[in-house]
């Protein structure tokens, strides 16, 4: 056998050592190193560069079995563009169109028209205070009244919005065309009119009073349109204007308070 011939090769190197005197750990190291070499050098001959080599290649990686599941996407809060489909569906045309709403304020426009009539009696009232400030100086009588003024009616102001609101709830918000403009009227008086007089600008007291003008226009156009037309006093009939005071005057004075 082969094995049995490189032992005895090995074994007739080994006598001359011991011919020239090598023994005990010294011949039982170059035993060992004998045979380490011989046993080495009979297998694949595989070098410390080519280990080196070998590990550092990238492992093969492994065939997808049938039974893995795909990867799925993460999905995202992303939403696709709506298609023309959608945006065409959300855009339906009412055939009645505003008629809804001219239905409603038709049959109501005596009390929407009564609504209108009292916000311009705060709005009469504001200017004619503001008038009163218009060119004052600080800290005169003058100057001290209108502070008080404002004070009290701005919150009466705001208060008569909230009645109106509580008295016909969401209703009005949802039916009547009406409402928007009074709410711009509304804003004039709580903000646009104090503010101009605050600053006793005549320009910008103009201003507000040619947006009171074109909202009212509106008010007036639009009850034209419905049938249902609003009218107002005339400054130059004495009847009608005292008429419209003992109107005014319970729309200027705060609510008494239910005990």
Same mark, same amino acid.
């Given at each position: 056998?082969?094995?049995?011939? &490189?032992?005895?090769?090995?074994?007739?190197?080994?006598?001359?050592?011991?011919?020239?005197?090598?023994?005990?750990?010294?011949?039982?190291?170059?035993?060992?190193?004998?045979?380490?070499?011989?046993?080495?050098?009979?297998?694949?001959?595989?070098?410390?560069?080519?280990?080196? =080599?070998?590990?550092?290649?990238?492992?093969?990686?492994?065939?997808?079995?049938?039974?893995?599941?795909?990867?799925?996407?993460?999905?995202?809060?992303?939403?696709?563009?709506?298609?023309?489909?959608?945006?065409?569906?959300?855009?339906?045309?009412?055939?009645?169109?505003?008629?809804?709403?001219?239905?409603?304020?038709?049959?109501?426009?005596?009390?929407?028209?009564?609504?209108?009539?009292?916000? &311009?009696?705060?709005?009469?009232?504001?200017?004619?205070?503001?008038?009163?400030?218009?060119?004052?100086?600080?800290?005169?009588?003058?100057?001290? =009244?209108?502070?008080?003024?404002?004070?009290?009616?701005?919150?009466?102001?705001?208060?008569? =919005?909230?009645?109106?609101?509580?008295?016909?709830?969401?209703?009005?918000?949802?039916?009547?065309?009406?409402?928007?403009?009074?709410?711009?009227?509304?804003?004039?008086?709580?903000?646009?009119?104090?503010?101009?007089?605050?600053?006793?600008?005549?320009?910008?007291?103009?201003?507000?009073?040619?947006?009171?003008?074109?909202?009212?226009?509106?008010?007036?156009?639009?009850?034209?349109?419905?049938?249902?037309?609003?009218?107002?006093?005339?400054?130059?009939?004495?009847?009608?204007?005292?008429?419209?005071?003992?109107?005014?005057?319970?729309?200027?004075?705060?609510?008494?308070?239910?005990?």
């Amino acid at each position: 056998m082969r094995g049995g011939s &490189r032992f005895k090769e090995i074994h007739m190197s080994i006598r001359p050592l011991h011919a020239h005197g090598f023994s005990g750990l010294a011949g039982t190291l170059a035993l060992a190193s004998l045979v380490c070499f011989g046993a080495c050098t009979d297998g694949e001959k595989t070098d410390a560069v080519s280990a080196m =080599q070998k590990a550092d290649e990238p492992e093969p990686k492994a065939d997808k079995k049938e039974g893995d599941k795909e990867k799925k996407e993460i999905p995202t809060s992303e939403l696709p563009e709506p298609t023309a489909e959608e945006l065409a569906a959300w855009n339906r045309k009412d055939p009645e169109g505003e008629k809804h709403l001219y239905k409603w304020d038709k049959k109501n426009s005596k009390k929407m028209h009564n609504y209108w009539k009292e916000l &311009r009696c705060l709005r009469d009232k504001m200017k004619s205070e503001g008038d009163k400030a218009v060119g004052v100086e600080p800290g005169s009588p003058e100057s001290v =009244q209108w502070d008080n003024f404002k004070r009290a009616f701005i919150p009466h102001v705001d208060g008569w =919005q909230q009645r109106l609101f509580a008295a016909e709830g969401q209703e009005v918000l949802t039916k009547s065309k009406y409402i928007s403009n009074i709410i711009e009227a509304h804003e004039l008086v709580m903000n646009g009119y104090p503010s101009a007089y605050n600053d006793g600008d005549a320009k910008l007291i103009k201003r507000q009073d040619a947006l009171w003008l074109v909202v009212e226009n509106k008010v007036v156009d639009y009850s034209n349109k419905i049938g249902a037309p609003i009218s107002f006093p005339d400054p130059e009939s004495e009847k009608e204007m005292k008429k419209w005071e003992k109107f005014c005057d319970p729309v200027l004075k705060p609510p008494k308070r239910k005990k």
